[in-house]
Structure formats: structure tokens, C-alpha cells
């Protein structure tokens, strides 16, 4: 065997493994979708009575990059992620009371530190392929950076587990953000 055909063969092995990694990550964007549908089909009648808009859909991922000077830059990848998020854009009291994104992203600076400004509240709910748990990200209800007091705390902790799971934490969240709309405007 000589060296191009040597090549030759490496190549075809290097260009087999990129098509099966492609077909591996359309499989799992695939089972992402079908997983998030599913929630979203069940929850998605009673989040609209509520008054509340909810949206399916497709996005680059996002992730946080830290440059020598430790500010946070976000970056989106080319790879894509299905997510579920249910946005407070028509309501007064809860419009812009979610936390910044670095309050979630583990790899910044200021994760888990309260540090947004009148960002936008929101719920989003993931899909943990490699679990097979969902995740719910409650962003909502914050007062000037800080926990509302006299809502339950489960109203700002993000949870990983079963659809069963997420749709109790969900009408938590729920429940809270209707109370304090009608705290508000009484």
C-alpha cells in the first residue's frame, strides 16, 4: 500500500465519523423537539388563559465567554437547541423583573448573583438529552435585584427533573406571578 492510498483511506474514515456525528446530533435535536412538544402541547392552553405568552423554538446555543479582562462576552454557536419560554411582555408588574443572563451561566463572573437591571422575566424550559430530565428556568419576580418578599422561594430556583416535576414547579411560578399581579393592582 503506498501513501496515497493511505490518505485516501484516513480520509474516507474522518469524513464517515463527521456524517456520523452529524446524524448523532440531528438525532438528538430531533429527540430535544419531540420531548419539548410534548410539554409544551400539555401546558401551553392553561399558560395562554393565563394571559401569559408562550412560544416553541429553535435557537443558536449561547454560552458565555470570559476574556482576559474577566468581562463576560456571549457568543451563539452553530449548534441549535430547542427550548420552551413563556414571556410576562403584557404584564405591568412583571415585564422587566427578571435577572441577567450571567445570573444563570455558570462559567461567568457573576453567577448566581443577583445583577440584572429591568431584564426581561421569562420561564424557559430545556430538554437534558443526555439525562432525559427537563429543565424550568424561572426568571420572574424579582424586585430591584432581590427575591420578593412573601412569595414562595420556589418561585426563583430552576429545577432539573420529570415533565411531572417541572409542571408543579411551573404552577408555583405561576401561581406566585399571578399573586403579585394582584397585588399590584390592588
Known amino acids: 500500500m503506498n501513501l496515497k492510498e493511505m490518505i485516501d483511506d484516513n480520509m474516507a474514515v474522518l469524513d464517515a465519523e463527521s456524517k ?69 411582555e403584557y404584564s405591568k408588574c412583571l415585564k422587566n423583573t427578571g435577572e441577567s443572563e450571567s445570573y444563570y451561566a455558570p462559567t461567568t463572573r457573576y453567577a448566581g448573583q443577583h445583577c440584572g437591571s429591568n431584564a426581561s422575566a421569562y420561564i424557559k424550559f430545556t430538554w437534558d438529552d443526555d439525562k432525559g430530565l427537563y429543565n424550568i428556568i424561572p426568571n420572574v419576580a424579582f424586585d430591584r435585584n432581590e427575591e420578593v418578599k412573601g412569595l414562595d422561594p420556589l418561585t426563583y430556583q430552576e429545577l432539573k427533573g420529570t415533565k411531572d416535576m417541572v409542571i408543579e414547579r411551573l404552577a408555583v411560578v405561576l401561581a406566585n406571578a399571578m399573586r403579585l399581579e394582584r397585588m399590584q393592582d390592588e
Open 20 to 88: 456520523h456525528q452529524e446524524v448523532l446530533a440531528g438525532q438528538k435535536l430531533e429527540r430535544q423537539h419531540k420531548s419539548l412538544k410534548e410539554l409544551y402541547d400539555e401546558i401551553q392552553p392553561t399558560v395562554k388563559e393565563s394571559g401569559y405568552h408562550i412560544a416553541l423554538f429553535k435557537q443558536n446555543k449561547v454560552f458565555a465567554k470570559k476574556r482576559r479582562t474577566y468581562e463576560e462576552t456571549w457568543e451563539r454557536s452553530d449548534e441549535h437547541v430547542w427550548l420552551i419560554q413563556i414571556e410576562f
